[in-house]
């Protein structure tokens, strides 16, 4: 056979690439949808079909129906210009990539009881509280018990080599941030705290810390031998009762030995007598609580408190849902999997705790008792066997699939022996409040007398974009769940569990302890957690580098490879453009569009030229961001641009290589209008 075979004929040489949410960021465009190539390929067909049509005046009805059917051909065309997408996402779906759920906010709330009788109140775990704001209430549900006391902060004092130093209290607990153990501690070292009140706070006293941000230390996991790192300090707390001291247990800390902010829960005995400390200036007695260097010292700069609260306890912006039977789905697929759904959402993922009855048909007398067994639930059923009883959750629409005897085990049949003991739904930016916005009571309790948050909730954050989907879903397949390669660490680091990672970046070799030559048999990975509003580069926290270490080396990573978590270095970068603005166009509009072009092209989680943060070590360059800020509606031109990193300005219209594996932050652009154009 020889020439054109039919299946060419029509065939454009080579297709048209047009932007899209794959890794890629392009994608093939099948057709041309637009409403003048509709009508074109119209016009084209006249001369075959109907030569005889040779009026193309705007007022006749034969040109009036070909602009009216351009116009509605245009959407239909668009939805098929999908199709790629859309494959994508089902081969996704079909291979177990799933959106990732939102998250939900974390506040530290501290409460203010009146008891009768001076004793402390129990607020158990569970207790919600509310804030009412523009997206609705928002609930937050304490995570633990709290026995809450009306004691009140009297007293802050520290001791450094011997003598006692008074800090002045203020709003937050301390007027000024200060030194918990002076400028250089050493063992014997404390932090005194004086308790006002009529009663013991027995038997629990709960504090919230508030530690200086610093970026928290990398955290290693895994390898044949570890690698050497200083032990911390021990820190022992006591409790002067009279003129004797008295251990205080610690129950829970959340600070990991001041390490971060968090909350510190301590078993106190009954019995504790108000008294001075020795070397204490006079005044009345309180109840003294002493933090003490027992033995060791900091490898870092010493903790510096900013705040001391009592009566606080960690909360999440979620509320729990218990004892509810799902509800049965039918399965119009085929597939014979189980399909129910729960009626809250959306739905807080590793939240759901399903029971399922045991089946008892082949007891035909009724003499066997069905047994409760808790399913577990699993991102994907592809990997179990009919054995396992796990279940898949559908986070946005509550929808709960079991397996089909293949891949997962069956439900037993039966009426209502499915239940949902318990999930919690929240999540999402809306509980990222600030200080003092958690103010309403919803669990009706005894002797509370209010709630607040007397600092800004952390986290919170969307479900995943599908275009994110797309683009990482791809990479996870070419993974396929194991850390061969240094970005496999990087993208399997964002599903540790506990841990909030937006972003991560693996290094082969690097140890930030360990500046120099790459270490052998050490991959490093480099943590950015969700950003806020609060203006300031996203720093992980110590537990989510701990639980990225952890996850990946257990996990994931081969044997005997150290897994370093650490935040990323950022460079801060202010763009200073003079602009030429179009004088038809609001002012403030413009400059407010410009201003939010150059943030968001330079923005580690939202940057960059394909939208999914800027690029680990990209080089600033002149050109790109010119073209950023001439796409803006009403910016005509850009006669000078120049970058100032790290407080440097460098000269104008040139460009900037950043350190390898580094990240750059966006301070406030200044923009200045130059020669308006008429």
């Not at 257990?554 to 270095?569: H, I, K, L, N, S």
Request: aromatic share 6%.
């Amino acid at each position: 056979m020889t020439g054109h075979v039919w299946w060419e004929r029509d065939s454009p040489a080579e297709g048209r690439l047009v932007p899209g949410p794959g890794p890629s960021a392009v994608q093939p465009e099948l057709i041309e949808a637009t409403r003048e190539a509709v009508r074109a390929a119209v016009r084209g067909r006249i001369p075959g079909y109907t030569p005889d049509w040779t009026n193309s005046d705007r007022g006749d009805a034969g040109v009036a129906l070909v602009r009216l059917f351009g116009t509605q051909a245009e959407p239909v065309l668009a939805r098929a210009n999908r199709l790629p997408e859309k494959v994508l996402a089902e081969h996704l779906s079909a291979a177990g990539v799933r959106r990732r759920p939102a998250g939900a906010a974390v506040a530290l709330l501290e409460f203010t009881v009146n008891p009768p009788d001076g004793a402390s109140v129990l607020i158990p775990a569970g207790f919600q509280a509310a804030v009412s704001g523009t997206a609705g209430q928002v609930v937050y549900e304490t995570d633990g018990d709290l026995y809450a006391t009306p004691a009140r902060l009297e007293a802050l004092a520290v001791q450094e080599a011997g003598s006692l130093e008074t800090i002045p209290l203020g709003p937050s607990g301390a007027g000024r941030p200060f030194a918990a153990f002076g400028r250089e501690p050493q063992p014997g070292d404390g932090l005194w705290i004086g308790l006002a009140g009529t009663a013991s706070p027995y038997p629990m006293l709960s504090l919230g810390l508030v530690i200086v941000a610093a970026p928290p230390a990398p955290s290693a996991s895994g390898g044949l031998v570890p690698l050497p790192s200083p032990p911390p300090p021990l820190l022992r707390w006591d409790v002067l009762d009279g003129t004797r001291f008295v251990p205080a247990t610690v129950v829970r800390d959340g600070t990991g030995g001041l390490r971060a902010s968090g909350t510190l829960e301590l078993r106190v005995p009954r019995s504790w007598a108000p008294s001075r400390p020795p070397g204490a200036r006079p005044g009345p007695p309180l109840r003294w609580l002493r933090l003490q260097i027992a033995h060791g010292a900091f490898a870092a700069p010493p903790p510096t408190l900013s705040g001391l609260r009592l009566n606080t306890v960690a909360a999440t912006a979620a509320r729990t849902i218990r004892d509810e039977p799902p509800q049965p789905v039918q399965d119009t697929s085929g597939s014979g999997r189980r399909r129910m759904r729960l009626s809250q959402v959306p739905i807080l993922e590793g939240s759901v705790v399903i029971e399922v009855d045991d089946d008892t048909g082949g007891d035909v007398f009724g003499t066997t008792t069905a047994r409760a067994t808790r399913w577990e639930e699993v991102e994907s059923l592809a990997a179990y066997g009919p054995d396992d009883r796990v279940f898949t959750v559908d986070h946005q629409t509550g929808e709960v699939t079991f397996g089909d005897g293949v891949n997962g085990a069956a439900v037993p049949p039966g009426f209502r022996n499915v239940r949902a003991v318990r999930y919690r739904v929240g999540g999402g930016t809306a509980g990222a409040v600030l200080a003092g916005a958690v103010n309403g009571v919803v669990t009706a309790l005894p002797f509370v007398a209010g709630v607040t948050n007397p600092f800004p909730a952390s986290g919170g954050t969307d479900p995943e974009p599908d275009a994110d989907v797309l683009r990482r879903g791809a990479a996870e397949l070419r993974a396929r769940g194991r850390a061969v390669t240094p970005a496999d660490y990087g993208l399997l680091a964002t599903r540790a569990p506990g841990a909030a990672v937006a972003r991560a970046h693996g290094v082969a070799g690097l140890h930030p302890d360990y500046a120099g030559a790459p270490i052998p048999g050490v991959v490093g990975v480099l943590v950015v957690p969700p950003a806020d509003d609060g203006g300031e580069p996203p720093l992980p926290t110590a537990e989510t580098l701990r639980a990225v270490a952890g996850y990946l080396t257990r996990e994931v990573a081969p044997a005997g490879v150290t897994v370093v978590a650490a935040p990323v270095r950022y460079h801060r970068v202010t763009v200073e453009a003079w602009v030429v603005l179009d004088l038809d166009r609001d002012r403030a509009g413009v400059l407010a569009r410009a201003n939010d072009a150059v943030t968001t092209y330079l923005h580690p989680l939202r940057g960059g030229d394909g939208g999914a943060g800027w690029p680990f070590g990209g080089a600033l360059r002149h050109t790109p961001m010119v073209r950023r800020l001439l796409a803006v509606d009403g910016v005509r031109a850009v006669s000078r641009l120049s970058f100032t990193v790290d407080g440097l300005r460098l000269p104008p219209c040139t460009d900037h290589s950043i350190a390898p594996h580094t990240l750059v932050w966006p301070e406030r652009p200044l923009l200045i209008p130059v020669g308006d154009r008429p």
